[in-house]
């Protein structure tokens, strides 16, 4: 069972706010992720990192920044919230497995549901 | 560009019948490949996974078929049961990045 811990998980907040949505694993996994899904739809990978004071961009543009400061913590922030931000965000984590030349296997927040009027 | 996509957007089943998801995936590069659940309200949840140099691994209740000669991958679910009801994803990797999901499966099992 993952530890990996979203909050909030819904939030409801108006136009031009700043808002972080906070993620928090326990595992001592040096990979995170953020994705962004809209309902019933694929996942985008929005950025990631692979350890402290390392973020990347994802495939998915996206006007939110992230940061790495310490390994269980990976912070997602929108300066200036729109209506075009409304989506659900979820978090992943992940630590390379002992088989050589190993492939991770990605553990999953429960996800914030974000919604700005 | 590359894609990971699924056959069928929503997959009605009898309880207690098996269940076919299927997915396609077209970059001959992917080395690894998993299957999620996701049910309402929640995060992705680990099913099966299975490495490039396999195909078929087995789990509890589930096994994952990997056909590399024509991009093909499927989860089989024996015996499904109502809690089985969700949204299936597959979701590959190359290199060693993140992961491509496809656009998600929707699996009903009728009582």
């Known amino acids: 069972e993952a530890d990996i811990y979203q909050t909030p998980r819904y939030l409801v907040i108006g136009t031009g706010k700043k808002i972080t949505l906070e993620c928090s694993q326990t595992?001592?996994?040096?990979?995170m992720y953020w994705y962004q899904q809209d309902p019933g739809m694929e996942l985008h990978l929005i950025h990631y990192s692979y350890g402290v004071n390392s973020t990347e961009k994802g495939d998915l543009s996206s006007e939110s920044t992230v940061s790495r400061i310490r390994t269980e913590h990976f912070p997602l922030t929108l300066e200036s919230a729109r209506p075009s931000h409304t989506s659900q965000y979820l978090c992943?984590?992940?630590?390379?497995?002992?088989?050589?030349?190993?492939?991770?296997?990605?553990?999953f927040g429960p996800g914030t549901r974000l919604t700005v009027l | 560009g590359e894609s990971v996509g699924l056959h069928l957007p929503t997959l009605s089943v009898q309880e207690g019948d098996n269940s076919i998801i299927n997915c396609a995936y077209s970059n001959s590069a992917s080395d690894y490949f998993i299957w999620y659940k996701q049910e309402s309200g929640k995060g992705p949840q680990f099913i099966i996974d299975i490495r490039s140099n396999m195909d078929k691994r087995q789990g509890q209740r589930v096994t994952v078929l990997l056909n590399k000669t024509v991009k093909h991958l499927s989860l089989q679910i024996a015996a499904t049961q109502p809690g089985d009801s969700a949204v299936y994803f597959c979701a590959e990797e190359t290199g060693r990045r993140a992961l491509t999901f496809g656009s998600g499966t929707r699996l009903q099992v009728q009582p």
């Open positions: 595992m001592g996994h040096d990979k």
């Open positions: 992943a984590s992940s630590a390379v497995t002992g088989n050589p030349g190993g492939t991770d296997t990605q553990y």
